[in-house]
Nanobody, 123 residues
Framework: QVQLVESGGGLVQAGGSLRLSCAAS????????MGWFRQAPAKEREFVAG????????YIVDSVKGRFTISRDITKSTVYLQMTNLKPEDTAVYYC????????????????WGQGTQVTVSS
């Protein structure tokens, strides 16, 4: 089993920054790649970024590239999503997930999702 707990969301003005954290636990969490997703109101959940615990792989989608950075701290079993120059369209619930990145995209394993953290960007 894998447990994921996000934190760091909040209300920020456009142009501001936030850092989201995802604390992972469980016997097998290090076996998976970690991903960040977001879901805006009335929209489908979308993949934003992913990283391997080894650091050998990371990925940021084009829509946020240059503004978002993903990183991990193995000693803390935590993955981060640093978000800068935030825009109102970044408003969403952000979810952490564990799974694998394949040619088809990031596939979440065994429904390993965190509870989500709300990010609201005001204009």
């Amino acid at each position: 089993q894998v447990q994921l707990v996000e934190s760091g969301g909040g209300l920020v003005q456009a142009g501001g920054s936030l850092r989201l954290s995802c604390a992972a636990s469980g016997r097998t969490f290090s076996s998976y790649n970690m991903g960040w997703f977001r879901q805006a109101p009335a929209k489908e959940r979308e993949f934003v970024a992913g990283i391997a615990w080894s650091g050998a792989w990371s990925y940021i989608v084009d829509s946020v590239k240059g503004r978002f950075t993903i990183s991990r701290d193995i000693t803390k079993s935590t993955v981060y999503l640093q978000m800068t120059n935030l825009k109102p369209e970044d408003t969403a619930v952000y979810y952490c997930a564990a799974g694998y990145y394949t040619n088809s995209g990031f596939e979440v394993h065994s429904d390993y999702w965190g509870q989500g953290t709300q990010v609201t960007v005001s204009s």
